[in-house]
T-cell receptor, first 118, second 111 residues
């Protein structure tokens, strides 16, 4: 499988500021990464699919201008929450998928980033 | 959109007994059926998966069974242990690489 890291693991920011979260694939070149959001005691909700070298594909209801995704290399995707508000406080998790040469849809998840907006 | 439901939402089982969680999905295009385990504050971890050309798969104490006609698949855990306590999610795809996570089942193993 793939080893995925995220940074930071926790972040607290003030309302109105922007926060950048990094997702790295440490041992696998990922053409596709996924960003999820998870509120307390709820399921994971897919926010967007990040494609290396092209624009991300956002799920319905997710504001692309608020959640900026950049997948500039095969090992790094970033999610920037712009003008964060308390309702954006959540657990953000990335994953990588589509291992080269594999027919599996298996996804490998990062450890998550807990964002608290005050 | 895609509809993925799990039952039950919570489940308490005596240590050593078996646990079964059912996942019902709506799209007949699904061809990949994984189960993830998530402990509090941690990442989801894949515990078992199955593809649509297989009806059952087993890995030690864990098994998954698939009924494509009825559009549901189930997670079976036998000889449960305290460390099995967690939230379990099914996450079928819908004919593509995206996974849709189910509503989740909180499993508690009673020592």
């Amino acid at each position: 499988g793939a080893v995925v890291s995220q940074h930071p693991s926790r972040v607290i920011c003030k309302s109105g500021t922007s926060v950048k979260i990094e997702c790295r694939s440490l041992d696998f070149q990922a053409t596709t990464m996924f960003w999820y959001r998870q509120f307390p005691k709820q399921s994971l909700m897919l926010m967007a699919t990040s494609n290396e070298g092209s624009k991300a594909t956002y799920e319905q209801g997710v504001e692309k201008d608020k959640f900026l995704i950049n997948h500039a290399s095969l090992t790094l995707s970033t999610l920037t929450v712009t003008s964060a508000h308390p309702e954006d406080s959540s657990f953000y998790i990335c994953s990588v998928g589509g291992l080269a040469g594999s027919y599996s849809y298996e996804q490998y998840f990062g450890p998550g980033t807990r964002l608290t907006v005050t | 959109g895609e509809n993925v439901e799990q039952h039950p939402s919570t489940l308490s089982v005596q240590e050593g007994d078996s646990a079964v969680i059912k996942c019902t999905y709506s799209d007949s295009a699904s061809n990949y059926f994984p189960w993830y385990k998530q402990e509090l504050g941690k990442r989801p971890q894949l515990i078992i998966d199955i593809r649509s050309n297989v009806g059952e798969k087993k890995d030690q104490r864990i098994a998954v069974t698939l009924n494509k006609t009825a559009k549901h698949f189930s997670l079976h855990i036998t000889e449960t242990q305290p460390e099995d306590s967690a939230v379990y999610f099914c996450a079928p795809n819908f004919g593509n690489e995206k996974l849709t996570f189910g509503t989740g089942t909180r499993l508690t193993i009673i020592p």
